[in-house]
């Protein structure tokens, strides 16, 4: 973020991370939804355009808090229309009904939906039941972003953690997600997607058991 408190991101992209440009000619609803499966949208766009919602969420909030729940409430909206999305072009033969299932789908098929590459490790909390994790050492959520030293507890990918939380809520798992910064060495950006259920959620998982 720059000094006068509006986030800043890196203005320059190399051309070599930048992807192939997106199909032309047709509006992109009326394509086949497999054969668009693999046009990635360059990062400088992507850069972008979350520069613009962090900025324009920035202007409407009163602190960290309220900021991460409202990035969490825009993911929100985008996980609930990725479940059909993905569920389609994975071409899964099957509805997952069991917790671990449908967090390592999250893990895998839906991480490489999104960043090209699967979610980092998934863990299981050993003191309670009802949480679990979802490790990305490098998110690209935080890799354009400079956070002051007054916000340091700010983890844009509160945003993700709405993706994470609307997917599984419209997949009948609901839950919430937030999203919190555990740094290492080597990955400074290092981020957790805790996810903890709902408790019906348990008493089903219980009953398949």
């Not at 440009?21 to 009326?30: A, E, F």
């Not at 050993?126 to 002051?148: C, L, R, T």
Request: glycine share 4%.
């Amino acid at each position: 973020m720059q000094p006068n408190g509006k986030p800043m991101f890196k203005s320059s992209v190399s051309a070599s991370s930048q992807s192939s440009l997106p199909i032309r000619g047709r509006n992109i609803c009326d394509q086949n939804l497999n054969k668009i499966k693999n046009s990635d949208v360059s990062l400088s766009a992507f850069a972008f355009l979350f520069s613009e919602l962090i900025q324009r969420t920035q202007s409407r909030v009163t602190g960290i808090q309220d900021f991460e729940e409202r990035l969490n409430e825009h993911g929100f909206r985008v996980g609930q229309r990725l479940v059909e999305l993905v569920v389609w072009r994975e071409r899964s033969p099957k509805r997952e009904t069991r917790v671990l299932g449908i967090l390592q789908f999250i893990h895998s098929s839906l991480w490489k939906q999104l960043f090209g590459k699967h979610a980092d490790s998934l863990e299981k909390s050993k003191d309670v039941n009802d949480e679990y994790m979802i490790v990305d050492n490098s998110p690209v959520f935080n890799k354009f972003i400079s956070v002051p030293k007054n916000m340091n507890q700010l983890n844009c990918c509160a945003y993700l953690a709405g993706i994470v939380e609307g997917f599984l809520t419209s997949a009948q798992f609901p839950c919430k997600a937030t999203a919190h910064t555990v740094p290492l060495p080597s990955y400074p950006s290092r981020t957790v997607i805790l996810v903890k259920l709902h408790s019906s959620v348990l008493r089903r998982e219980e009953y398949l058991g």
